[in-house]
C-alpha cells in the first residue's frame, strides 16, 4: 500500500494552469488494466490547517483535470472551481484517475459497441474501489462512508460514473454524469439501469444541445439518450431533490463546456 510519503507535490512545467494544493502519487500497479496509473489528487484549502475530514470525488479522465499543460484536449479547471467553491464552505478532495489512451473506450463502457468494442469497466471499477479508494482513504483525511464519496466525468466517463453509482452501492453516494455517451454500450445500459432499484442517493446528468454539431444523428443520440436515461431514473423514483438534469442548449463536447457546468454539478452533489 502506498504511504503518504509516497504523494508529493504536483509540479508541473511553465505552462501550468495549477492553483491550490494538488499532490501526486507514485505509480500504482494496475494488473488487470491496460496502463498502470499515477494519481492526481487535489486537497481543499482548510486541509493542511485542520484536523476535518471530507468526501471524496473520484473523477475519471484525470489528465485533464487541473493542468492545461498536462491535458490532452484543455482542463476543467477542477482546482480553480474548487478554491472558490471552498469560501462558500463546499470543501472536498478530488482524486483524478487518468485515462488509458487508447483503452479509455474499454476502461469506460459496461458494455460494447459493436464496432468500437469496449466493455471494460468491471475491470476499471474494481482497480478504483479495491486499490484507489483503499489508498485514498489510508493516505488523507477523507469520511470514507457511501454518502461522502462520489464519481464524476464525462462523455464515456459520464457512463462509467453512471454504471458505478448502482454497481457499487456500498461505496458510493452520488455521481456526476456529464454529456454521457450512452450511445455506445447503446440498450444493454438502459435494461441495466431499469434492472435497477436503488433510488438513494445523488445524481447529477447533464447535456449540451450542441454536442456533435458537424454528425447531427449523433448530435440527437446525445440529447436523446441523455433525456431517455432521466426519464428512466425518475420513474424509478429519483425525485428533484435526488437528481438534476440540465440541457445546455449551445453546449459542445468539449471539457471548456464541462467546466462552466462543473461548479453547479458539485454544488448539487456535495448537497
Known sequence: MTADSDWRPYTPGDDHTVVGDVRISETIDAPDLHADRRL????????????????????????????????????????????????????????????????????????????????????????????????????????????????????????????????????????????PAFWWPGEPLFEYVAAQSRTDGRLYVDVGGREAPDDPELNEAYLRDAERMVGRLRTQGFEDERLRFVVDEEARHRESAWAERFPGAIRFLLG
Open 40 to 179: 492526481l489528487a487535489y486537497l481543499p484549502p482548510s486541509y493542511a490547517d485542520s484536523e476535518e475530514s471530507y468526501p471524496v470525488v473520484y473523477m475519471h479522465d484525470g489528465q485533464n483535470l487541473f493542468d492545461e499543460g498536462e491535458s490532452y484536449s484543455g482542463e476543467w479547471r477542477v482546482d480553480e472551481t474548487m478554491q472558490r467553491l471552498s469560501e462558500e464552505g463546499t470543501e472536498a478532495i478530488v482524486v483524478g484517475v487518468p485515462n488509458a489512451g487508447d483503452a479509455r473506450g474499454d476502461e469506460y463502457t459496461p458494455f460494447p459497441h459493436p464496432e468500437h468494442g469496449g466493455g471494460g469497466a468491471d475491470a476499471y471499477l474494481e482497480f478504483l474501489f479495491e486499490t484507489v479508494k483503499p489508498l485514498v482513504d489510508e493516505t488523507f483525511r477523507t469520511r470514507p462512508g457511501r454518502d461522502h464519496t462520489g464519481l464524476a466525468g464525462s462523455s464515456l466517463g459520464g457512463v462509467v460514473s453512471l454504471y458505478g453509482f448502482f454497481e457499487y452501492p456500498d461505496h458510493v453516494g452520488f455521481a456526476g454524469v456529464l454529456s
